[in-house]
């Protein structure tokens, strides 16, 4: 089994992920809203890669049965009915609905892989899950930390890097390349303390200033979700329970 990590979604052209197996992180916020939105009801999320797709989207489906989320620079767009905090995403709103979301980074590194064998979106909140199904599965693996703005970003490294070192607690025999290695070594160093780290990271500052910190605090939580969101026809749906 050979694990790679993609620092930032830019490094590889959508191609790149044709019959792959691929897991999105985006830590703050968009792979936490997906996992929450879809543990809470929702029937699906569909994640596009530009608002104005997120509008003619949405008009193309039941309307009472459709939700429009994302953000663009933390903040929830114009029109829209819900934004990127996963805290907005309750059972009362979301149950039964489907989800259509944009957000600056997290959607578009799903869309950037949807040609994927099988994709799935992993964050803190689902970390163990993904990592017994991905060794399940014996492929090999491509990790896309969603990052900043095509940017790196630390949470998502943190996360990509803790991913790694659950499979390799279940499977040894797993193949490291350098940017599996420096993804572990940033997680030895700051993860054993998941809410400074986020706190401290670029996005973390950029989220407190504009007071969403009990989101921050919500996506340091590790494994409170034993269920996967897996990417199907252009909609991610929640995979049931991992044993």
């Known amino acids: 089994m050979k694990v790679n990590v993609l620092f930032s979604p830019i490094v590889a052209d959508e191609l790149y992920f044709t019959g792959k197996t691929t897991v999105v992180i985006d830590v703050l916020r968009a792979s936490s ?9 929702a029937k699906e999320v569909v994640p596009v890669g530009t608002i ?12 009472g049965q459709t939700l429009l ?10 029109g829209f009915a819900l934004g990127n905090s996963p805290l907005e995403y309750e059972e009362k709103i979301v149950n039964g609905k489907s989800i259509v979301f944009y957000t600056t980074n997290g959607t578009k590194a799903l869309t950037k892989a ?7 979106v992993c964050s803190f909140l689902n970390l163990s899950a993904v990592a017994k199904h991905l060794v399940s599965l014996k492929k090999n693996v491509e990790i896309i930390c969603a990052g900043r703005n095509n940017f790196f970003s630390l949470e998502d490294t943190v996360c990509a890097g803790k991913l790694v070192s659950e499979i390799l607690s279940l499977e040894p025999e797993v193949e490291i390349n350098d940017s599996v290695a ?8 700051y993860g054993s303390d998941l809410l400074k780290m986020l706190n401290e990271s670029d996005h973390g500052k950029l989220l407190i200033e504009n007071d969403f910190e009990e989101d921050i605090k919500y996506c340091s939580q590790l494994n409170i979700y034993n269920t996967i969101p897996f990417y199907v026809n252009g909609v991610l749906k929640l995979m049931k329970e991992v044993d």
């Open 114 to 120: 949807k040609f994927s064998e099988n994709l799935f």
């Open 69 to 78: 989320g994302g953000e663009r620079n933390t903040k929830k767009i114009e």
């Open 52 to 63: 104005e797709f997120a509008v003619k989207v949405s008009g193309g489906m039941f309307g």
């Open 182 to 189: 420096a993804s572990l070594a940033l997680n030895d160093k």
């Open 33 to 41: 809203t997906i996992i929450t939105a879809l543990n809470n009801g």
